[in-house]
Nanobody, 122 residues
Framework: QVQLVESGGGLVQAGGSLRLSCAAS????????MGWFRQAPGKERQFVAR????????DYTDSVKGRFTVSRDNAKNTVYLQMNNLKQEDTAVYYC???????????????WGQGTQVTVSS
C-alpha cells in the first residue's frame, strides 16, 4: 500500500502561482511513477502531469505546458506540482496518484490521494 497526502491548494488570483505537494508513505516511493490529475465540477478527472520513477522524464497535458512543472524528491518521498500563470480554467480538485506503469490513464494508477482544492479567481 501507498498512502498519499496532498497539500498546498488554495485560492489564488489569475496569473498567480501555487505549489502542490504530495507526501507518500508505505511502499518504496521510487518504485512508482507519479501523476497529477484534476477534476473540475461536473467533469471527468483528467491527466495533468506525470513524472518517471527517477524524475528523469516528465509529461504534461497540452493546456498546462510551459506553466506547470512536476518534480519529485525521492529522499523526501514527495512529488510536487509547481503551477505558474494560473488561469480560471485551472480551478479544480487536484489529485496525486502512484502507478507502477508509465501512463496517462487514470486506471493505471493504483493509489490516490484525497485531493486538494485549487481555485483561481479573476
Amino acid at each position: 500500500q501507498v498512502q498519499l497526502v496532498e497539500s498546498g491548494g488554495g485560492l489564488v488570483q489569475a496569473g498567480g502561482s501555487l505549489r502542490l505537494s504530495c507526501a507518500a508513505s508505505g511502499r518504496t516511493f521510487s518504485n512508482y511513477a507519479m501523476g497529477w490529475f484534476r477534476q473540475a465540477p461536473g467533469k471527468e478527472r483528467q491527466f495533468v502531469a506525470r513524472i518517471k520513477w527517477t524524475g528523469a522524464g516528465t509529461d504534461y497535458t497540452d493546456s498546462v505546458k510551459g506553466r506547470f512543472t512536476v518534480s519529485r524528491d525521492n529522499a523526501k518521498n514527495t512529488v510536487y506540482l509547481q503551477m505558474n500563470n494560473l488561469k480560471q480554467e485551472d480551478t479544480a480538485v487536484y489529485y496525486c496518484a502512484a502507478s507502477s506503469m508509465w501512463s496517462i490513464q487514470k486506471g493505471a494508477y493504483a493509489y490516490w490521494g484525497q485531493g486538494t482544492q485549487v481555485t483561481v479567481s479573476s
